[in-house]
């Protein structure tokens, strides 16, 4: 590609990225910060990080935060293939609009809306509210999303292929566990991730959901933040954005990896 | 090929004997989708060590009907019987029949290797025993040197192989290809149709292919069934499918084919007369049901009508034109003639030589024509 980039492209690129990204680093600078003043700078330190590891409620609810996102998201991700499937295998069956309407509405559904419902069923059915009740909310609304990106993956699979299987005799249940389930598991993989950050992030239906000593990391944040932002808050921000962004480079780069191979096996092929 | 399968080739006839017993048969077989009928009350009966083609336009039903063979969909009504025990129940994962299918359905995360011992280990066959049997499906196919490269690393002949010796590796009582040739070029389609029947003689085991290349059907099989909204039209060998069609879709849908109306005028001492709507007389052979004064029709292939610029001596079949369209082919020249009814004659001469006197060419007046035996009549 020969084209300069003109005044109007940097400007507007480099526009966009500030408006992005100054935010977020600003909080990983004054994680650093030597000063218990949040917005003034003086002089590089890591004490906040300390601080924040010996916080004892930070420490619990983020572990708090973490087995919320792990059991929901594996449960979020069965399901989801479960409902993606079906949607994908049974083209024609009674109700499919329905189903497949339904599978997708939680995705608009405001969070408000999906928090509250839940908490009310959970009244009705007289189940105390926990760390149980968190997981169950989670799965609620990530399985759609999980559903979503496995979906388009079955989308594109050549549906013969399970037939091959079941035609050299496998049973379904093998032809889905060594054909199937193989090829799309970059998208399962994709979906729990997905489902995984969503859970890790969520603070409304949370809020909704929870219970007493089921307190997760971004409820804790957002109940601190109220009564002013410590740096210690901004350390374990910067933890978050760090794990967050190492995971989404991991995914591509091994996905880009695939793709390179993958490439060049094709030219190898088209060679000879 | 060696002498023994040859001269079991040249007598190899069951569809003739009414005592051979069926190796495969459809019982009155019908199947609906909703309000369409994709397959409606067929029966067919195909012999063991057949090659067998199914051929017809897509849509006619030729592929659910060897979808349900393999047990990939169920008949709506009627029976699918194998070596006499009915299949109609029976998931696909316990019939004795492969298929190779039209996208190879190759799976992409296994080495051939592996593609290829997918069936065995289903089977619960023992590691050494999957191991030799994948080396000689290897060898069968000439892939040897791909064994451990993954589908994607592979060019389309390569897997093309691949998944034939896949669909080989159980040893089936019955393969079925679905439109196996149909990604190749047609060079390389053309070397695989002569390999596919060498490997079927010496295998031995009843293939049954569905294409709607009627060159391809006419290469490789020994009866070919034409089918047509859900119903077979004619089953026969190629020659005699192609030179004794039983009717105008058969005869339009192998090859081409000229057709002229008339009306049914007698037949005396085996030759059958025809009158145009002009008041000609046409002359053929053949049996027709057809009573005088039935609309009929004359058929006659583009490569039996001769065509010169002077008046041939015999006066059977004679019709006289301008050549409108001429199409050099190379191997042949094919003609389209405007007779002077304004119907247009296709007729096709085979170049047997390199340079010709005065050609044939646009505008000139011709005459084409044909003995009688060289033509045919069809009543439907």
Known sequence: MNRAWSPFNVTSVVAGFAFLYIPILLLIIYSFNESKLVTVWAGFSVKWYAAAFANEALVSAAW???????????????????????????????????????????????????????????????????????????????????????????????????????????????????????????????????????????????????????????????????????????????????????????????MKRRDVRRMRAEQLAARG | MNKQVASFRRSFQPWDDIDATPFIEFRNVTKRYGAVTAVNDLSLKIFEREFFALLGPSGCGKTTLMRMLAGFEEVSAGSVLLAGNDLVGVPPYRRPVNMMFQSYAL??????????????????????????????????????????????????????????????????????????????????????????????????????IVTHDQQEAMTVADRIAVMDHGRIVQTAPPTEIYERPQSRYVADFLGDINLVEATFAGTTKGTVSLETSQGGTLKTVGDVSATKGDVVWFAVRPEKLEISRTKPASGDNLFFGEVWDIAYLGDQTAYRVKLDNGIFVKASVLNTRVDVDNPITWEDRVWLSCAPDAAMVLSA
């Open chain 1, 64 to 254: 708090v935060t973490l087995r919320v996102a792990l059991v929901s998201a594996t449960a979020a991700t069965i399901l989801g293939t479960l409902a993606a499937l079906a949607l994908a295998k049974f083209t024609r069956f009674r109700g499919r609009f329905l189903f497949s309407g339904m599978v997708y509405a939680p995705l608009v559904m405001p969070e408000v809306i999906t928090g509250l419902s839940l908490l009310l069923l959970f009244v009705a059915m007289n189940v105390d509210r926990g760390i149980e009740t968190v997981i169950m909310a989670h799965i609620t609304f990530s399985m759609c999303f999980v559903a979503v990106v496995v979906q388009s993956r079955l989308a594109g699979l050549d549906r013969s292929l399970e037939e091959a299987a079941l035609d050299l005799g496998a049973t379904p249940i093998r032809a889905f566990f060594s054909v199937t389930l193989p090829i799309i598991a970059p998208a399962v993989l994709a979906g729990w991730m997905l489902a995984f950050t969503l859970s890790l992030d969520d603070l409304v239906i949370a809020q909704f959901n929870s219970g007493p000593g089921a307190t997760t990391l971004p409820m804790k944040i957002f109940s601190q933040v109220r009564l002013g932002v410590t740096p210690e808050i901004n350390a374990v921000c910067t933890i978050l954005v760090g794990l967050v962004a190492s995971g989404v480079i991991i995914a591509s780069v091994t």
């Open chain 2, 107 to 208: 799976f992409p995360h296994m080495s051939v290797e592996k593609n290829i011992a997918f069936g065995l280990k289903q089977e619960g066959m023992a590691k050494a025993d999957i191991a030799a049997r994948v080396s000689k499906m290897l060898e069968l196919v000439k892939m040897e040197a791909f064994a451990k490269r993954k589908p994607d690393q592979l060019s389309g002949g390569q897997r093309q192989r691949v998944a034939l010796a896949r669909s080989l590796a159980k040893q089936p009582k019955v393969l079925l290809l679905d439109e196996p040739l149909g990604a190749l070029d047609r060079k390389l389609r053309e070397e695989t149709q002569f390999e596919l029947v060498d490997l079927q003689e010496n295998l031995g085991i009843t293939f049954m």
